[in-house]
């Protein structure tokens, strides 16, 4: 309902006036799909339908929306239509972006429905999915022809048919219709020849359905074939107007498109009046023009491209070019064979001015200038301008040198020639003399005349030979300049003709032009010098194996001749007797003659020598092979077994004794030495003993402790000859023994400060306890510089040491282990920290609530130490004093005592608190102590507090019995405090049968708080046997055990009596004084 109220100043009326309320609901009942006839992606085109509301009374407009959701997110409209039209219509090109929902809306005349009838949009995209280049076969170029085919999309229900265009872009600028195909029809369109591209370069194929054609196409770039050969002729036939050559052209990258080349004779390059040459198929790119083929009046070849379409309207062409070619000139020969009747030498000439089409020149010896009698000499290549003549060339009766050109084709038939000259020259009055001082070999200088001129000479050669003819002649030396008349022959040269009066030959001069050397020399004959050392000693002074050194000895040369020649001597190490392989040992100096030895220096290794041998040298030349050789005995006194154990037990650290087996034979060694070294090679060596050095005969050296391991790995030990110290050492590769023992443990067990107690262990050294011969323990700071010792010293096999009792820590930090050899004790112990465990408790807390003189109770509590760790019980001891050392006495277990401690007065560790009941103080004894007590002993130093013992009483009490009963009492019980009552809590007062409160009350007569002084005891009570009054002053812990008291006195009202009584008296040494009363009757 809605309802009306009316509403005065006073009030609102209480009935309304009312009407009923109904709501109205129109909506589209259903949206049927819409068939997307727009076939671009992300747009759409067609009807949208749908069902009218069932009421469309109140409706006014159907509204229709494209959205992002079934919701209406990111909606946009598409349009709206009035009440009673079902559809309304989409254009093509419509863009929807990414929305996938078409919602339809009803409103009325006040507003739109906000929840609309929707269905799902399906956006149709159709493309072509793949062109085919199109293969261009119009070879002309901005003209294509061929063949365009495209793949059909998946889905072409909507489409009606495919549209070909040629455009400028792939979006269609200028585009120009090909063709077009239907709906289900084979995707292929032919492209005439000669189809004209412009600037159209892309190939567009469009899908078009009922309603439009798509706006996005698919692309392809159009590839325009175009051959232009660029054909050319080489004329090679130089006459005139002749021609001859291969017509040729570049193939074309497209060539596989062309089916053939066709070739015309033409009058011009468009191919008029065109002749037909040839035509050779795809491929080839040459046409054979004929030498001596005429020009006529054609002035072009041109070439046409054919493909399986069409030949190409224009083709490519060459202007014809006709050549004539010949030498200019030829220059005259000079002749460098310098023997008669043969020539040699450079025949040049000078190019024709334009030599492209020569491809070699042909030169002759002729008997005339014009070639007749012709004799082939050789050709050269275009560019060359001369040619070599091979010496000793014959020259017969040739007068003149002709050249002739030639091309690839042809040689021309008239050549260009000029005269020849003829020389000849020799030396004279050669001379020379034999310098080499080895038997059947020669050197020496030689020397000649000049020949009357040199002009055509280079220089001269010459030869060592068995005779005058050159026969087995062998070359002297380098070619001698021009200039220089003398040669020096190389040593060792081979003298080729042996006879009984020895060896002799032929010494051979040759001139030699730039061209070649004459073939007839002019010759001297030469004879043999011979000169070797007649004996030769080497005794080896160097001690290394493979090693020598000493003095090589040796004597003249018996030969006259021979040793005149000698200036000097040279000694080599051969491997062999016979010298082959040889090298000069040490300095390598030759030994001037008159000078017999030569020192070979020590570590000269002997490697592959076996013999020593003396050569002489004369000022020529070195003799090659000596006389005598001497074999090498090398001597070898390498001590053996060289042994070092490390007795230094620092890591890293070396000392002890280094021994070794001298070697069988050590006639030659002086003394010995021992190094330390990196490698077993003695590498970087270093002195290690002292002393430095021994004579032969002992067989050991010391090696001080301490002596930094750094990079040594081996000790070397050296003989000594008189010579030099041997190289190759014998060694001894080092161990470094590292006695460093492990795993130190030490657990303080002495609770007091500053004491330490316990067992100190370790493991054995990882190296092994071989070389130790015993342990030592000590406290020490760290780095230790500073060390007391621990005990007695502690043999191999044993691992701890004890510590005593109340041992004094001292200032020292931690504890050391070293270990000992017998050479010395390790620098470097093992060190651990040395923690002195604190067990002593603080804020030892005591109040004394035991009122008794000499007698205390109460708790005792403290704070416990901070490591408890060894800590196994506390005691709890009245003493004479707070200092170690002090009389002391054990508060036990029991009532009287510690009712909580343990057998022998032992609290638990962890225990901080303890319960003190009725226990007796000795004179003197005034100091509460507690001590902490490890598994091994009991501190010395405790905590202590002094005991401050509290004793409190009544005194001077009174009584006067106001009931007058025989046998019963009654009346006011007094008293007067007396000591520290503040401890107290209340008074209590019993009968007793003695003044030591035997056979008291049950019960007190009362208890009385501190601070009241009486009781009031009532009449009628009965005394009993009782006959004392006895007052004890209570605590909160305890009463006390000893009262005051009073004897009790019972009057009776027979008569009346004045009596003294018995006033009580303290142990505590108090005097009271007598009290009297009387009572009246």
């Known amino acids: 309902h809605i309802v009306v109220y009316t509403k005065s100043s006073l009030v609102e009326q209480t009935t309304p006036a009312a009407v009923a309320l109904a709501d109205s609901v129109a909506s589209a009942s259903s949206v049927s799909a819409m068939t997307d006839l727009d076939l671009d992606p992300e747009e759409v085109g067609g009807n949208i339908t749908w069902s009218l509301a069932t009421d469309e009374t109140l409706v006014e407009n159907y509204w229709v929306y494209h959205a992002a959701s079934a919701t209406g997110e990111n909606r946009t409209l598409l349009g ?10 989409v254009p093509a090109n419509t863009y929807i972006g990414s929305n996938d929902y078409i919602l339809v809306y009803v409103s009325s005349t006040l507003t739109e429905q906000t929840t609309p009838t929707w269905v799902a949009l399906n956006d149709t995209v159709v493309k072509v999915p793949y062109i085919a280049a199109l293969t261009d076969l119009d070879l002309d170029y901005d003209q294509v022809g061929g063949v365009v085919s495209w793949t059909l999309p998946s889905d072409e229900r909507l489409v009606d048919s495919y549209w070909t265009y040629f455009a400028e872009d792939a979006a269609g600028l200028n585009r120009s219709l090909l063709g077009y195909i239907l ?24 899908a078009r359905s009922s309603l439009q054609e798509q706006s996005t196409p698919a692309v392809i770039a159009i590839s325009d074939t175009f051959i232009n050969l660029s054909p050319s002729l080489v004329d090679l036939d130089l006459d005139a107007n002749e021609l001859g050559g291969n017509f040729t052209w570049p193939l074309p990258a497209d060539d596989n498109l062309v089916d053939r080349y066709s070739v015309f004779w033409a009058q011009s390059a468009a191919g008029a009046s065109r002749l037909a040459l040839s035509e050779v198929l795809s491929g080839q790119d040459t046409v054979p023009v004929s030498a001596e083929t005429a020009k006529g009046v054609q002035t072009h070849l041109v070439v046409y491209s054919s493909s399986s379409m069409a030949e190409q309207t224009t083709p490519s062409a060459f202007a014809l070019s006709d050549s004539a070619v010949s030498v200019q000139s030829v220059q005259a020969m000079t002749d460098l064979d310098l023997d008669a009747n043969e020539v ?126 050159g026969t087995n002649r062998s070359l002297i030396g380098s070619p001698v300049p021009v200039g220089i008349n003398k040669a020096d022959a190389q040593p060792e040269s081979e003298l080729p003709v042996y006879s009984a009066g020895g060896f002799t ?140 154990l490390d007795d230094d037990l620092d890591a890293a650290e070396l000392g002890g004794t280094v021994l070794w087996t001298p070697a069988s034979d050590v006639a030659k060694v002086s003394y010995y030495r021992a190094y330390f070294a990196q490698g077993a090679a003695g590498q970087a060596k270093s002195i290690c003993c002292t002393p430095t050095e021994i004579i032969v005969g002992t067989n050991h050296l010391t090696m001080l402790t301490d002596n930094p391991l750094a990079s040594w790995t081996h000790v070397a030990v050296y003989a000594r000859s008189s010579l030099a110290e041997m190289t190759t050492p014998v060694v001894a590769e080092i161990n470094d023994t590292d006695g460093l023992v492990q795993d130190v443990a030490f657990v303080d067990e002495d609770l007091d400060d500053v004491d330490i107690m316990g067992r100190i262990t370790w493991s054995p050294p990882a190296d092994g306890e071989a070389r130790i011969v015993s342990y030592q323990t000590d406290l020490s700071d760290f780095p230790v510089t500073q060390r007391s010792q621990i005990g007695s010293l ?21 504890i050391s282990v070293y270990s000992r050899s017998a050479a010395a004790e390790q620098t470097t112990p093992a060190v651990m920290s040395c923690s002195d465990v604190r067990g002593t408790v603080s804020n030892l807390a005591w109040q004394d609530e035991d009122l008794d003189p000499q007698q205390i109770g109460g708790t005792a509590s403290w704070q416990l130490p901070a ?43 962890g225990t901080n608190t303890t319960l003190l009941m009725e226990v007796g103080v000795p004179s003197g004894y005034a100091y509460l102590s507690v001590f902490a007590g490890s598994s091994l002993a009991e501190q010395t130093t405790p905590a202590s507090t002094t005991i401050n013992d509290i004793h409190a009483h009544g005194e001077n009490i009174a009584f006067q019995d106001k009931d007058l009963d025989a046998g019963d009492v009654g009346g006011r019980i007094s008293w007067t405090p007396h000591g520290s ?54 605590s909160t812990l305890i009463e006390q055990t000893t009262p005051e008291f009073l004897a009790l006195q019972d009057y009776s009202a027979s008569g009346s009596a004045s009596v003294g009584r018995e006033q009580g008296t303290r142990a505590t040494g108090f005097n009271r004084p007598q009290m009297t009363f009387s009572k009246d009757v």
């Open 344 to 469: 040699g030498g450079t025949a040049e000439w000078t190019r024709p001015g334009y030599e492209t089409l020569v491809e070699r020149y042909w030169v002759y010896l002729a008997t005339s200038l014009t070639g007749t009698g012709r004799t082939l000499l050789g050709s050269a290549l275009a560019g060359e301008s001369a040619l070599n003549v091979s010496a000793d060339t014959p020259r017969g009766s040739a007068s003149h040198l002709v050249v002739y050109t030639a091309s690839a084709l042809v040689e021309q038939t008239t050549p260009v020639g000029e005269a020849l000259v003829d020389s000849a020259v020799s030396v004279s009055t050669v001379a020379a003399a034999d310098r080499d001082l080895d038997q059947g070999q020669f050197g020496g200088e030689i020397t000649w005349n000049p020949p009357g001129s040199t002009a055509l000479v280079a220089d001269y050669l010459v030869y060592l030979a068995e005779d005058v003819a």
């Open 867 to 909: 490591d408890e760790s060894q800590t196994s019980h506390y005691r709890v001891y009245l003493a004479t004093g707070a200092a170690a050392g002090s009389s002391r006495v054990l508060v036990g277990q029991g009532s009287g005592g510690m009712p909580g401690a343990q057998a022998g007065g032992l609290l638990p560790a």
């Open 981 to 1034: 009552t503040g401890q107290g809590v209340h008074y209590a007062v019993y009968l007793a049968q003695s003044s030591a409160g035997a056979g008291r009350t049950q019960t007190p007569l009362g208890t009385i708080p501190i601070g009241t002084n009486f009781l009031d005891l009532p009449v009628d009570t009965a005394a009993e046997s009782y006959t004392h009054i006895v007052v004890y002053v209570a």
């Open 183 to 206: 709906q289900g029809q084979e995707p292929v369109l032919n492209v005439s020849a000669e189809t004209a591209l412009e600037s159209r370069r892309q190939l567009l194929v469009y």
């Open 505 to 644: 030959g032929t010494v051979l001069v040759y001139t030699r032009s730039t061209l070649a050397e004459q073939s007839t020399g002019v010759g001297a004959s030469v004879s043999d010098v011979l000169s070797s050392v007649t004996s030769i000693a080497f005794p080896d002074r160097d001690l290394d194996a493979l090693e020598v050194g000493g003095t090589v000895t040796w004597s003249a040369p018996s030969n006259p001749s021979g040793l005149f020649h000698t200036t000097h001597y040279l000694v080599y190490f051969g491997e062999s007797s016979s010298m082959s392989t040889r090298s000069r040992p040490g300095s390598g100096l030759a030994v001037p003659a008159g000078t017999f030895s030569f020192q070979v220096p020590a570590e000269t290794a002997l490697a592959n020598w076996t013999h020593v041998a003396v050569y002489t040298r004369s000022s020529l030349v070195e003799q090659s092979t000596p006389g005598l050789r001497f074999p090498i005995s090398d001597t070898s006194s390498e001590p053996l077994d060289v042994t070092f």
């Open 80 to 89: 709206n239509v009035a009440v009673g039209q079902d559809f309304i219509f």
């Open 794 to 814: 502690v043999s191999p096999g044993s691992y701890y040491q004890d510590v005593p009792e109340n041992s004094r820590k001292g200032s020292y930090t931690h």
